[in-house]
């Protein structure tokens, strides 16, 4: 009886831990990743974990480019983290809640990509690796220098 009660406080310790640990990273990334993997970043990876939490809010700009010229640009799509396949095409989108990770984008690129938000006149556009390189590092000077 005594083994039980030490058993299921151990149990009782490693999920609240587990759930302290996934509390400290920003909610929008299980939109692309497992809880798992987050755990993993943040323990083995905290660089990365920190790029993509930075990723979030500097990526992109979402911009009113009109409707003239559009059809040049692909449509902006949802991604399922689950099955790793692109949704339906985004009709239109809520600024104050866009969460980039939900979203099939090829961020790996040496120019700026604009994708076509419905039929909105709204483009995401993101930013190219240069910029986004920059930008980064530049985060990251006045981040540390802070400290």
Not at 49 to 77: A, C, H, Q
Not at 92 to 115: P, Q, R, S, V
Not at 116 to 124: E, P, R
Request: net charge negative; no cysteine.
């Amino acid at each position: 009886m005594k083994r039980l009660i030490i058993l299921i406080v151990l149990l009782f310790a490693g999920v609240s831990s587990f759930s302290q640990q996934l509390a400290s990273i920003d909610n929008r990334l299980r939109a692309r990743f497992s809880d798992e993997y987050l755990l993993y970043m943040q323990q083995n990876l905290p660089e990365d974990l920190e790029y993509f939490t930075w990723f979030l809010d500097n990526s992109y700009i979402i911009k009113d480019v009109g409707f003239s010229g559009m059809d040049r640009f692909p449509k902006l799509r949802y991604f399922d983290a689950e099955t790793k396949q692109i949704g339906a095409e985004v009709t239109d989108l809520d600024e104050a809640t866009f969460n980039i990770m939900e979203y099939a984008i090829d961020a790996d690129g040496n120019e700026t990509k604009a994708y076509v938000i419905g039929n909105t006149g709204k483009a995401l556009v993101l930013l190219s690796n240069k910029d986004l390189t920059e930008k980064y590092n530049k985060y990251r000077r006045m981040h540390y220098e802070n400290e």
